[in-house]
């Protein structure tokens, strides 16, 4: 590379890492203002109990997430660079192992569901614990796709795919909200 496509990269020239950044950021703006209005409608159609029970379910789901997320799909980074011919495995090989680790915390909520209550010290999550599990399943594998176009290289897919994952999953969960108003309706959602 030259000195003067070095410096039309670093000024922001139209593959720059100045204009991809800001494209990222942006998205990842979009998506929280998207997923800011989901409490706002849920907590006005849901019941109060409703409303409580899905805030505890929000609670688990996100330290699940957290917890189980590994950063494993940060490694497409490394292993793009090191194998280019092998992008499709490697990729597959991240989603086979959020798919099987989500499969699995989704098979332990579904065999003991009455675990939920040594941490909320009541019952009546309970009956919602295995549809959470898969809605931890489902976020777990669907949360990490816009690591492989990031990785590849392609920032306007994987801002795409922030922008429309959030929205499509708050639009979806404020209309499960809307017309059924319960916590179930939502994790289904």
Known sequence: MSDVDATTEYK?????????????????VVATVIAFALPLVLVRTMSQTEYGLYKQALQIMATALCLLNLQVAVSVFYFYEGAPGKKLQVSLNVMLFYGLVGALLFLIFLVWPGWVTLIFQGSDLVPHVPLLGFAIFCSLVSTNLDAVPMAAGDVRVASALIVLSQFSKSVVMIIAGLVYGSLDAVLVA
């Open 12 to 28: 922001g020239g139209s593959n720059g890492l100045t204009r991809r950044a800001a494209l990222l950021m942006a998205a990842n």
